[in-house]
């Protein structure tokens, strides 16, 4: 395969500018007419021709100000057509394009460009999208104001684009168009097109300065009264931008089209954004409170992308963390403040450890700033989105909420309009900022999970601390320099008491590890004292902290930072299932038993907290502080303490269970936190078989979908016939409605049962499944290659061959899709050697097949290259 990598280092600002975009298109399934007018400009006194993208597209005409052009290389003007590219040769320094060209949204399974989702047209051009629909400079840095035509059959009678609608008609032929006009220069990757026929919620915003913006969601016929919490949601969120960042919305009108077939969550298309429809359409009997937060959260990233992605964009593709890091960190602010600070600390250092850990110790390792790339999509990585919000959020640690809006300000006042890198973004930070962040800003191009070690010595009541950091080498980068590490501290003795140091290194509770390694002492006579490391996650980072069972719980019930406390749990947990695999079969101890005990009563009033330390490590998150991982072991070990826990724990985890009263369904925190902190308590107590019929109860009262869904988890560990006829019941009751059919695949797909295969057969063969719709794949293939580790990872090879079998087929229709999910095989460097052999051998059917995607084949090579290190 020829595949030609980019690099960052390789730069140049672009040979020409494109002012004005005029596009005229006429939909047609398998015909359809772009008709492309562009106004040129050389930038700077060169002779080089203009080459536009342009992936596998037809030139059906070409006029350079009106004149048509050939491909006659004997004429003065002339252009060259590729697969991927049109090169223009024409000495003029200033002159109008026009190009038509034709494409077919029908055939495009890809989902990318132009293609219809069930019955409607929909764009999708980020990162490289457009040039799917006609041909152009389609990078980033080319800024232009667009003016589209949308013209269809008057059988759709919604025609959609970016900015404002200014003209509307109809045509011969049972036609009829809209024209949009677009006031804010744009890069072409949030161009979009939407047309069908859809129900509309109309609503208005009003803007802290008084204008009257036009809200508009689009949503499947029959749909209307589950978008009602989306545009609520988006309220909240055009609210805290201006409250919090004093951010306005720009345009008049703000519209959301939600789709079925989409490959990732939502686009922040200019005043137009796409949305999958899961990510919009939520109501009490459809929607989990998960659901819920993700609508919420969803709509706030996109919306939050007006001002950081779309007003201040991205210079190139390798800065794709200036806007998509930042935008996390805002939606995580806005969500904090929706909901709960603490739960969503929990949850985003539960994606960091479980995802973006693995990640950095892959093959696929790289910065938030990456170097290098072959398939932009690949791009679109944990790493670049949830580390890049971590590297934010350290920022916002360092400067202050104060200092941290100020900076904000000031990247606004400097770059709106422009299409910028992250050093940008780093001196606007540093404007504000007495701190030098010349080292900080190494986290934006240093890959790899530092580690930070504790070590702790006493002498005639002198404690000494160190504290070091250290970076393993990573696939992409062997030298590793030393970070500029926030890290919040607390010392505390065992009755609580808490102490500072004597040299001052811990400044309001925060130490800077800049160094290889930083040493304080603490006068503490006749003392023990604990460590507490890293409160809040205050950097992307391991911790090493060789603490006893007993200081992990003082730390539970002294320290003051609630994220230690769970993290304190977390890390005896750990330890206890580390004791289960190096000495199967043997009992943790009543000590810890008994300190659990005392955490639950200690908690009993806080069910938040008590409901996210009720919750065991995940088997993914277990495998991040392991090495040489045998799969079948790890599972047993877990499992094994998962049932002591709930056999200790027994009456405890009842009296939690019956102490939540259950009350009517809403959406609100107090009842999210119970609802929460009831589920977690009933997995555990399903594993016990008495309590079979409590799963049951739970299954069958249950008012809401969380309810329901955290019955169906747990009767995971029930008994196969208690499981299949609860799940056959669900099934029935929702088989018409495919977001909610989704968990019921998901459940299949992570059973860890002997006949997975049959089951995941039966699940693809179902009649809501279709390869075609990435939603339905990622439920059935996607969950099993991520969550059913025990069947993935069987030794005899046979989960690795069935989704390698899978991908060879997705990846035909799908590639973007396909490369996505082949991500937990190419992970196999923290494995066994049994599963190593296994794994590879799959990762080699699939570089040996012909006609790979460039996007599979990135990762696969990376992959399978990494062994020979
Ligand atoms: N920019 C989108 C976001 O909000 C990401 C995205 C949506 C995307 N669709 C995509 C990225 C397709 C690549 C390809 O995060
Ligand atoms: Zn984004």
């Not at 089209?257 to 989409?262: E, T």
């Not at 930083?518 to 980072?541: H, M």
Request: charged share 25%; glycine share 4%.
């Amino acid at each position: 395969m020829s595949v030609q990598a980019k690099r960052r280092a390789d730069y140049l600002p672009p040979a020409f500018s494109i002012a004005t975009v005029d596009l005229h298109i006429t939909l047609h399934p398998t015909n359809t007419r772009v008709i492309s007018t562009l106004s040129i400009k050389r930038q700077g006194s060169h002779t080089d021709p203009l080459v536009l993208d342009g992936d596998n597209l037809p030139v059906n005409s070409l006029k350079i100000n009106g004149s048509a052009i050939s491909d006659d290389s004997n004429e003065a003007q002339f252009y060259e057509l590729t697969e991927s590219s049109l090169t223009l040769y024409c000495e003029l320094d200033a002159f109008e394009l026009t190009i038509e060209t034709t494409i077919s949204p029908e055939n495009n399974k890809a989902l990318e460009g132009l293609y219809l989702s069930g019955g409607a047209y929909c764009t999708q051009c980020e990162a490289e999208g457009f040039r799917r629909i006609t041909f152009f400079m389609d990078r980033p840095d080319v800024l232009s104001v667009y003016t589209v035509t949308v013209v269809g059959d008057k059988s759709i009678p919604m025609l959609l684009s970016n900015g404002n609608p200014v003209e509307k008609g109809e045509l011969p032929d049972n036609q009829h168009f809209v024209k949009w006009h677009d006031p804010h220069p744009k890069p072409c990757y949030l161009f979009a097109l939407v047309a069908g026929d859809f129900d509309l919620l109309c609503d208005t915003f009003t803007t802290k300065s008084g204008k009257d913006v036009a809200l508009e969601l689009y949503v499947d016929k029959g749909k209307k009264a589950q978008g009602d919490f989306a545009l609520a949601s988006l309220k909240r969120a055009m609210k805290w931008d201006e409250d919090v960042f004093g951010l306005e919305y720009d345009l008049d009108i703000y519209m959301i089209v939600a789709v079925d077939f989409f490959n990732m969550g939502a686009m922040e298309n200019k005043g137009l954004n796409v949305f999958n429809s899961k990510f919009v359409l939520a109501d009490q009997n459809s929607a989990t409170d998960d659901d819920f937060f993700n609508v919420e959260s969803v709509i706030a990233h996109e919306y939050f992308h007006n001002w950081t992605g779309n007003r201040v964009t991205c210079r190139d593709w390798f800065q794709l963390s200036l806007k998509e890091g930042l935008t996390v960190f805002r939606d995580q602010q806005f969500s904090a403040d929706m909901t709960s600070a603490l739960s969503n600390r929990i949850k985003h250092v539960r994606v960091m450890r479980e995802h973006q850990f693995a990640e950095d110790s892959s093959a696929m390792s790289h910065p938030i700033r990456p170097e290098e790339v072959i398939e932009m999509n690949n791009f679109y990585t944990v790493t670049v989105y949830d580390k890049g919000a971590e590297v934010i959020r350290m920022f916002h640690t360092l400067l202050g909420a104060d200092g941290f809006r100020k900076g904000m300000d000031e990247y606004f006042k400097r770059h709106d309009g422009q299409a910028v890198t992250c050093d940008d973004f780093v001196s606007a930070m540093q404007s504000a900022s007495k701190l030098d962040l010349t080292q900080f800003s190494r986290w934006y191009s240093q890959s790899g999970t530092p580690t930070v070690t504790v070590k702790q010595n006493v002498e005639q009541d002198v404690h000494t601390f160190t504290l070091s950091q250290y970076t393993a080498p990573t696939a992409d980068q062997a030298e590793k320099l030393d970070l500029y590490i926030p890290i919040n501290i607390e010392l505390i003795d065992s009755n609580g008491n808490h102490y500072t140091d004597n040299e001052g290194v811990i400044r309001d509770g925060m130490l800077i590890l800049n160094e290889p390694s930083i040493t304080f002492t603490v006068n503490a006579p006749e003392k023990t004292l604990i460590p507490v490391i890293l409160g809040n996650f205050s950097a992307p980072v391991k911790v090493e902290n060789a603490l006893d069972t007993l200081s992990l719980l003082t730390i539970f019930t002294h320290a003051r930072d609630p994220f230690n406390r769970w993290d304190a749990l977390q890390t005896l947990y750990d330890r206890c299932i580390k004791q289960l695999e190096s000495a199967p079969g043997s009992a943790i101890s009543d000590a810890i038993w008994d300190g659990i005990k005392q955490a639950i009563k200690h908690e009993k009033h806080n069910v938040e907290l008590l409901g996210e330390c009720l919750v065991i490590p995940s088997f993914e998150t277990l495998c991040q502080t392991r090495t040489g991982v045998k799969v079948g072991e790890l599972a047993r070990a877990r499992d094994a303490f998962c049932r002591q826990f709930s056999k200790a724990l027994k009456s405890e985890l009842l009296d939690v269970f019956n102490g939540i009263a259950r009350v009517p369904y809403n959406y609100e925190q107090t009842a999210v936190n119970q609802r929460r902190c009831k589920n977690v308590v009933l997995a555990h107590l399903a594993r016990l078989p008495e309590h079979e019929n409590l799963v049951v109860e739970h299954f069958e009262n249950a008012d809401n979908m969380t309810d329901t869904l955290g019955a169906l988890k747990s009767a995971q560990y029930s008994s196969k016939a208690t499981f299949d006829k609860l799940m056959t019941t669900f099934e029935s009751k929702w088989n018409h409605d495919p977001l909610v059919l989704d968990k019921w695949f998901a459940l299949h797909a992570t059973q860890p049962s002997e006949d997975i295969f049959a089951t995941i057969t039966m699940l693809c063969e179902h009649p809501q499944f279709t390869m075609g719709n990435p939603n339905r794949v990622r439920a059935v293939i996607g969950s099993f290659a991520f969550y059913n580790s025990e069947k993935f990872h069987a030794v005899d090879g046979s989960g690795y061959k069935y989704v390698t079998d899978y991908l060879l087929k997705l990846d035909a229709i799908n590639p973007q899709v396909a490369s996505r999910i082949v991500t937990p095989l190419t992970q196999w460097q923290g494995f066994a050697q049994e599963h190593q052999v296994l794994m590879k051998q799959q990762l080699g059917r699939l570089l040996n097949h012909k006609g790979l995607s460039k996007d599979v084949f990135e990762k696969v090579s990376k992959s399978l290259a990494y062994d020979k290190h």
